[in-house]
T-cell receptor, first 112, second 112 residues
Framework: GENVEQHPSTLSVQEGDSAVIKCTYS??????FPWYKQELGKGPQLIID?????GEKKDQRIAVTLNKTAKHFSLHITETQPEDSAVYFC???????????FGKGTSLLVTP | EAQVTQNPRYLITVTGKKLTVTCSQN?????MSWYRQDPGLGLRQIYY???????DKGDVPEGYKVSRKEKRNFPLILESPSPNQTSLYFC???????????FGSGTQLSVL
């Protein structure tokens, strides 16, 4: 089955800096790559997603890039703010979302 | 308000005592899914359902049962809980085959 590796497991940045989280996947048939943000005590919330026919997608301070050849995708957060502090999960699916495989998560801390 | 509602939020039980965690969504979503979240392991899919009366196993289905008799409800049943099922459980729903998931707030289960 699909294996999704996520790095780093923890990340600490200063407010205003950029944060980058990277994920690799094993199944070359994967075609859907979402990112979820989980705040303490809450369920994960979708923040951005990308399909395999798109190389990059942006939404305000958040962007995701996909390299199908290398089988990796990354989340970029610019101008980080303390409210960006949370656990972020990447995921991949080879069948348009039916069976998502999640990475183990990255705990991001943004310090003022 | 669009939401996925799980009950209970917290549950402590003993080995072998059957329990049900309920999940209900008010968005008329066809797709629903259950995940468990364990420290260092991320989110792992237990079961999913693409529509009423259609369910499929995820990555970790052993020891769990589900049913989908109505579109809005997707209960998770533990017939004989064991301590290794102590975990944080999330229900999720989607209108797009598992893409753009809406998650519930979670159920923290402890099996003694």
């Amino acid at each position: 089955g699909e294996n999704v590796e996520q790095h780093p497991s923890t990340l600490s940045v200063q407010e205003g800096d950029s944060a980058v989280i990277k994920c690799t996947y094993s199944d070359s048939a994967s075609n859907y790559f979402p990112w979820y943000k989980q705040e303490l005590g809450k369920g994960p919330q979708l923040i951005i997603d990308i399909r395999s026919n798109v190389g990059e997608k942006k939404d305000q301070r958040i962007a995701v890039t996909l390299n199908k050849t290398a089988k990796h995708f990354s989340l970029h957060i610019t101008e980080t703010q303390p409210e960006d502090s949370a656990v972020y999960f990447c995921a991949a699916s080879a069948d348009s979302g039916y069976a998502l495989n999640f990475g183990k998560g990255t705990s991001l801390l943004v310090t003022p | 308000e669009a939401q996925v509602t799980q009950n209970p939020r917290y549950l402590i039980t003993v080995t072998g005592k059957k329990l049900t965690v309920t999940c209900s969504q008010n968005m008329n979503h066809e797709y629903m899914s259950w995940y468990r979240q364990d420290p260092g392991l991320g989110l792992r899919q237990i079961y999913y359902s693409m529509n009423v009366e259609v369910t499929d196993k995820g990555d970790v289905p052993e020891g769990y049962k589900v049913s989908r008799k109505e579109k809005r409800n997707f209960p998770l049943i533990l017939e004989s809980p064991s301590p290794n099922q102590t975990s944080l459980y999330f229900c999720a729903s989607s209108s797009q085959n598992g893409e753009k998931l809406f998650f519930g707030s979670g159920t923290q289960l402890s099996v003694l």
